[in-house]
């Protein structure tokens, strides 16, 4: 038996060996366990696989989601509940012909949504979205700060 586990296989999982590869999961035994977060079935791969990027910039939040192989038409971007900006849309599967022999399918197929709340500084009569090269680019301005004016006052005496 070898002293160093390897990479490409073997995965024991062993709480008193120092190389083991086994990971606690301390919310295994709740109702709700993060591994029932993260089953994969066709209708949710794709909801899981979305990623979004939001970033805030002096005048405005960004939103920037990887759709690849999407058009915009197969794409809805709602605002909903007056702060709730949310980001949905469906891949469709392209299997051509049923005679065919697949021998892999990893692209993910399904519905996807993604749901953010909005700050309270956020314009929302002024959001414009854009899709170019599948990616999609929500820009949600800001309502610009009150500037306070600052008036020195005299001390007597």
């Known amino acids: 038996m070898s ?4 990479v490409f296989g073997n995965r024991r ?4 060996d120092p190389f083991s590869l086994g990971i606690w999961d301390p919310f295994q035994d709740l109702p709700l366990s993060s591994s029932a977060l993260t089953t994969q079935t066709p209708e949710t791969s794709a909801f899981l696989n979305t990623r979004v990027d939001w970033r805030e910039t002096p005048d405005a939040h960004v939103f920037m989601a990887d759709l690849p ?13 007056d702060r709730v900006l949310q980001i949905s849309g469906e891949r469709n599967m392209e299997r051509e012909d049923k005679n065919d022999t697949w021998h892999r399918y990893e692209r993910s197929s399904g519905k996807f949504m993604r749901r953010f709340r909005l700050p309270e500084n956020a ?4 959001i414009k979205a854009s899709m170019e090269n599948g990616v999609l680019t929500v820009t949600v301005p800001k309502v610009e700060a009150a500037k306070s004016n600052v008036k ?6």
């Open 3 to 6: 002293l160093i586990p390897s």
């Open 13 to 16: 999982s062993n709480v008193f």
């Open 69 to 81: 192989g999407l058009r915009k038409e197969e794409v809805k971007v709602e605002v909903e509940d």
């Open 123 to 126: 314009k929302m009569d002024q």
């Open 152 to 157: 020195a006052i005299d001390i007597s005496g």
